[in-house]
Nanobody, 124 residues
Framework: QVQLVESGGGLVQAGGSLRLSCAANRRTFSSVTMGWWRQAPGKEREFVAAISWNGDKTQYAASVEGRFTISRDNSKNTVYLQMNNLKSDDTAVYYC?????????????????WGQGTQVTVSS
């Protein structure tokens, strides 16, 4: 059974930083695109960032571009999301996922596997 386990969430003041981690229990995830989504209270789940299997390509939502950085360590089956200059609008539950790219738009749709999520709360 595929498992994705997120960690690293917490409470932080606006302008602060957090680093999220997502560990997969299957080595097969080292060969696929991985990404992060988030869901704020009362809102739909939205795409945050994605990274190709070897890390050479990344894509970000416009709202986090320049502040968040996605990376991965395939030797540890782990994907990271470094979040800097956090804003109150970043408050959400963050989920790890295996996104699927849609063509010709190039946008990402959610894949089949989700972690349990990790709460990020940014106080203003």
């Amino acid at each position: 059974q595929v498992q994705l386990v997120e960690s690293g969430g917490g409470l932080v003041q606006a302008g602060g930083s957090l680093r999220l981690s997502c560990a997969a229990n299957r080595r097969t995830f080292s060969s696929v695109t991985m990404g992060w989504w988030r869901q704020a209270p009362g809102k739909e789940r939205e795409f945050v960032a994605a990274i190709s299997w070897n890390g050479d390509k990344t894509q970000y939502a416009a709202s986090v571009e320049g502040r968040f950085t996605i990376s991965r360590d395939n030797s540890k089956n782990t994907v990271y999301l470094q979040m800097n200059n956090l804003k109150s609008d970043d408050t959400a539950v963050y989920y790890c996922n295996n996104p699927i790219r849609s063509y010709p738009s190039g946008n990402y749709n959610p894949g089949d596997f989700w972690g349990q999520g990790t709460q990020v709360t940014v106080s203003s």
